[in-house]
């Protein structure tokens, strides 16, 4: 029982560091490439491509469920 609360105690002190980290930093939260995206995106190629075909597969998707 003592592990299990010990290793509840660390992983909340990690989360709260790392949240005050963000907090500290100074810099605004982004996203990634498959968020919004915009002029600053700088995803791979690889990248761009996988969400071109996640973008088209929900299209695909939601005009099949239209013609149902």
């Known amino acids: 029982m003592a592990t299990i609360l010990l290793t509840v ?3 909340g002190f990690v989360v709260a560091a790392m949240a ?4 500290l930093g100074g810099s605004p939260l982004k996203g990634s ?9 700088v ?16 299209a695909d998707l939601a005009a099949r469920r239209q013609a149902n």
């Open 20 to 23: 005050v980290g963000v907090l």
């Open 9 to 11: 105690t660390a992983f």
């Open 43 to 58: 995803c791979d190629a690889f990248e761009q491509a996988k969400c071109r075909a996640r973008d088209k597969m929900l």
């Open 33 to 41: 490439c498959g968020g919004k995206g915009g002029p600053d995106c």
